[in-house]
Structures are given as C-alpha cells and as structure tokens.
C-alpha cells in the first residue's frame, strides 16, 4: 500500500512541476491549487470521455470513407 501511495504522490509532484514549467507559476501555487483542479478534471471527464468518442467515430468514418475512394479508383485502374 505504501509503494501505491509513494508512486501516486510522485506522480502527482510530477505533474504539478510540469503545470508550473508550462505556467511559468511557482511550484506553490500549483501544488495549493491541484486540488481543485483534479476535482475539476473529474467533473468533466464524462463530457470529455463523449467528446473523444464522437471525435474517434467521425475519424474513422472519413477514414473509412478515404479507404473506399482509394479502392475505387484502384479497382477502375
């Protein structure tokens, strides 16, 4: 349990360093506000999760629509 929770809290200073590199925001303040952030992040993480499956299935549908043109113009060749 406590190599869990040791690998969660790297990951966590981790990403919070990464937030303030990007952010240019002390590792502070980053730290105080990544509470807030991650519930955040779990309040729209369903709305998230449907937009990246409607962005998949419109990917594969022009996907799918390309690998149709091609096979019809390799078959009239």
Do not use: C, N, W
């Not at 040791?6 to 990007?22: C, D, F, G, P, S």
């Not at 002390?26 to 999760?49: K, N």
């Amino acid at each position: 349990m406590s190599v869990a929770m040791t690998a969660a809290a790297t990951a966590l200073y981790k990403r919070a360093q990464h937030l303030a590199e990007t952010e240019q925001r002390p590792i502070g303040d980053v730290l105080r506000d990544l509470p807030g952030r991650i519930s955040s992040d779990l309040r729209t993480l369903p709305d998230d999760l449907r937009e990246a499956a409607q962005e998949g299935r419109q990917a594969a549908g022009r996907k799918s629509a390309e690998v149709e043109e091609d096979f019809r113009h390799a078959t009239q060749a």
